[in-house]
């Protein structure tokens, strides 16, 4: 969601542009001409910004109503515009307060629109599993115009020809104790020269360094590194 408030932050704030320049010009240059051509460049580029982030495919309630909200500052520079008259006249005041509210319509129409491109929706069908490509599983709900998007780092579901895959390969040879078992060991257990009778435990010990027992243990914990 970080992609949506970003693009809901620039739209509001080409918004808030575009209301303090229309204040500005009228207010104290008294420049029709600026009031009514400096939306046209913002909202173009709102325009822009927000074919190029979202996507017009899926279920949508309210498909193509942002346009309302495009063209809301110009209902405001529209009664504005109407404020500056020689004589007063009871009709235009009508005609600009329909003006002021159309202005605030088209504000809620495109702040809907918003939520209804950032509303999480169920895919109807699973994203195949392309190299490169975007997936997620299809229980998942995700909004239905940023599903471009959305970039996950997912393992594969199944591996491609001549691939292995080591976190299976190790869980396997945890689950059967590392490829060794009890006939294995015996089978691959180097022959042991006897000892002569006379020689006794103790020298044993001291020409191996260790205990015959503590010997026997340090052999077991190394033997799954001993399988080539």
């Not at 969601?1 to 509001?12: D, E, F, K, N, P």
């Not at 006249?89 to 939520?115: D, E, K, N, P």
């Amino acid at each position: 969601y970080a992609r949506i408030t970003m693009l809901y932050g620039v739209v509001s704030f080409l918004y808030a542009v575009t209301y303090y320049t229309v204040g500005t010009a009228i207010a104290e240059l008294r420049g029709f001409w600026v009031m009514w051509s400096v939306p046209v460049v913002f909202a173009t580029a709102q325009a822009l910004i927000f074919r190029l982030d979202t996507l017009r495919t899926g279920n949508q309630w309210l498909p193509n109503a942002e346009i309302l909200g495009h063209l809301a500052p110009f209902f405001a520079v529209a009664a504005c515009t109407l404020e500056y008259r020689y004589w007063y006249s009871q009709a235009q005041v009508a005609v600009t307060w329909g003006l002021v509210f159309a202005c605030y319509f088209g504000h809620l129409i495109m702040a809907l629109r918003m939520l209804d491109l950032a509303w999480p929706i169920q895919g109807a069908q699973e994203l195949p599993e392309e190299p490169g490509k975007q997936w997620w599983p299809l229980s998942w709900k995700v909004p239905g115009g940023f599903m471009k998007h959305m970039w996950l780092i997912t393992p594969p579901k199944k591996l491609e020809d001549d691939q292995n895959c080591l976190v299976h390969e190790m869980e396997n040879l945890r689950a059967n104790g590392g490829g060794i078992s009890a006939s294995s060991c015996r089978r691959r257990k180097a022959p042991v020269a006897k000892a002569p009778a006379d020689m006794t435990e103790e020298a044993t010990a001291e020409d191996t360094g260790v205990a015959p027992l503590l010997f026997d243990m340090r052999r077991s914990k190394d033997l799954p590194w001993r399988l080539v």
